[in-house]
């Protein structure tokens, strides 16, 4: 009886995956985006799926090696970094920024003296996104103001993390993406990731779209930015966002910054919405209570990429995808409710608020 239960099983699953499959492709499709890798996890098992085209009206298809820009997913990996750090004793999360080190971008500026690694990992420095282009030229001499008082309110901040990042440096003399291969890349085994281009990654990379679909670059990032740069894989991100759920690498207390708010996501000059009750911000990732339950999360949109995350810590449960096209992110809800599960998960209407 047990062996005809297993061969029912295994033919069961020999018929759903293609025609999962064929459902993704037709979703991708739909939405005019090109290729896509996701991965779900669930109770011990993970299921992989790599669909569509690494470039719109090209054959080479997106394969488990295709390498995609994973954008401001790179913050979440700055972030346990910084943690690690932490339980190193080189970093206190509560000691301002500027007495590690100078950042000239911000003379000029009281304020800024003000700022902590608490305050960059929860999106309350006040800071902008971005000030300039942090691809042009002039970003690194341009001159960096707040927006809002430190502390007073959310307001994301990829600047906030190219200070911490400068932050880390100071205090390894390492560049980063020496450390993110010493503190993260390393000891998750994660072989197929860079904060720069790498020659090998030429082979397999995946070109980025617009909204239309119609192919923009492959972006061969030189210097590497924690906010923006990070290329990887979904095999080699979903490795890391299992160590976020587990607290991997980080002694108990500190993993617990991951999973405990630190401040409610009270947008800064946003009147609040329903789904504010829903997202709080832990130390570098969202929190979201969904209906099936809490669950960390975080998104990337380089605008012709898009990709996201949704892990649930109590069992481990995780949904990992990345696409190559400006329109990634509609796809969450559908790819939520078709691996996870029917429930609402909040993150994208609140991200369609702000």
Not at 24 to 42: N, W, Y
Not at 62 to 68: D, K, S
Not at 266 to 291: E, F, K, Q
Not at 300 to 311: K, V
Request: proline letters at 6%; hydrophobic letters at 40%.
């Amino acid at each position: 009886m047990k062996t005809i239960l297993l061969l029912a099983l295994l033919l069961l699953s020999a018929l759903v995956a293609p025609a999962q499959h064929a459902g993704l492709a037709a979703l991708l499709q739909q939405q005019r985006v090109p290729g896509m890798q996701l991965i779900h996890t669930k109770g011990g098992k993970t299921t992989a799926y790599s669909v569509g085209q690494r470039r719109a009206g090209q054959a080479a298809p997106v394969t488990a090696g295709t390498i995609f820009q994973a954008a401001s997913l790179g913050k979440v990996v700055l972030a346990y970094a910084a943690l690690r750090l932490v339980d190193q004793g080189r970093l206190d999360l509560d000691q301002p920024l500027l007495t590690y080190g100078p950042y000239p971008r911000l003379n000029g500026e009281p304020r800024a003296a003000r700022i902590t690694a608490r305050m960059v990992l929860g999106h309350t420095t006040g800071l902008p996104n971005w000030a300039d282009n942090p691809l042009g030229p002039t970003w690194k001499t341009s001159v960096l103001r707040l927006k809002f008082a430190p502390d007073s309110c959310w307001s994301y901040s990829g600047e906030g993390y190219a200070f911490l990042q400068k932050t880390l440096e100071h205090i390894t003399g390492e560049s980063w993406e020496v450390l993110a291969r010493q503190q993260v890349f390393g000891p998750l085994k994660m072989t197929n990731s860079s904060f720069v281009w790498q020659p090998r990654f030429a082979a397999n990379a995946a070109t980025g779209h617009d909204k239309a679909g119609k192919p923009t670059e492959i972006r061969q990032f030189q210097e590497a930015n924690a906010g923006f740069s990070l290329l990887t894989t979904a095999a080699d991100y979903r490795r890391f966002v299992q160590a976020l759920a587990t607290g991997t690498g980080l002694t108990p207390a500190t993993a617990r910054l991951l999973t405990t708010a630190a401040n409610a996501a009270n947008r800064c000059g946003h009147a609040p919405t329903p789904t504010d009750a829903r997202i709080a911000w832990a130390c570098g990732v969202g929190l979201v209570n969904t209906s099936r339950g809490p669950a960390l999360w975080h998104w990337g949109d380089n605008d012709d990429c898009q990709n996201f995350f949704l892990t649930f810590p109590a069992t481990g449960e995780s949904l990992v995808f990345f696409t190559n096209g400006a329109n990634g992110l509609r796809l969450t809800d559908e790819l939520l409710r078709r691996f996870v599960g029917p429930g609402e998960y909040y993150t994208q209407q609140w991200l369609n608020e702000k």
